[in-house]
């Protein structure tokens, strides 16, 4: 099993920055696909961004430009630094890690709130 944490939400100003970090209970490099997910009140969760070891990594075309998904080697964490935030960025943002055995496993984090308000 493997445990996912997320850290680095809060409370940020319109066209403020902020950046979430994952840490996993495994190297996070060992992993099939590593990304970051979002679910707003009242909507359905969707992607942000996501790396592959077999695709291109993948943006939401709202966040395009503004967010970069990273892995850092040192620290063995996945980051989503988040610029030029925007009210409708609000969520609870999800970090998703998944591996390939017999099918895909994948493993969530509990999540980290991200507001944007003034």
């Known amino acids: 099993q493997v445990q996912v944490v997320e850290s680095g939400g809060g409370l940020v100003q319109p066209g403020g920055s902020l950046t979430l970090s994952c840490a996993t209970t495994?190297?996070?490099?060992?992993?099939?696909?590593v990304g970051w997910h979002r679910q707003a009140p009242g909507k359905q969760r969707e992607l942000v961004a996501r790396?592959?070891?077999?695709?291109?990594?993948k943006y939401a075309d709202s966040v395009k430009g503004r967010f970069t998904i990273s892995r850092d080697s040192a620290k063995s964490t996945l980051n989503l630094q988040m610029k030029s935030l925007k009210p409708e960025d609000t969520a609870v943002y999800y970090c998703?890690?998944?591996?390939?055995?017999?099918?895909?496993?994948?493993?969530w984090g509990n999540g980290a709130l991200v507001t944007v308000s003034s």
């Open positions: 998703n890690v998944a591996e390939i055995r017999a099918n895909v496993i994948n493993y």
């Open positions: 495994r190297n996070i490099f060992t992993f099939y696909a």
């Open positions: 790396i592959s070891s077999v695709s291109p990594t």
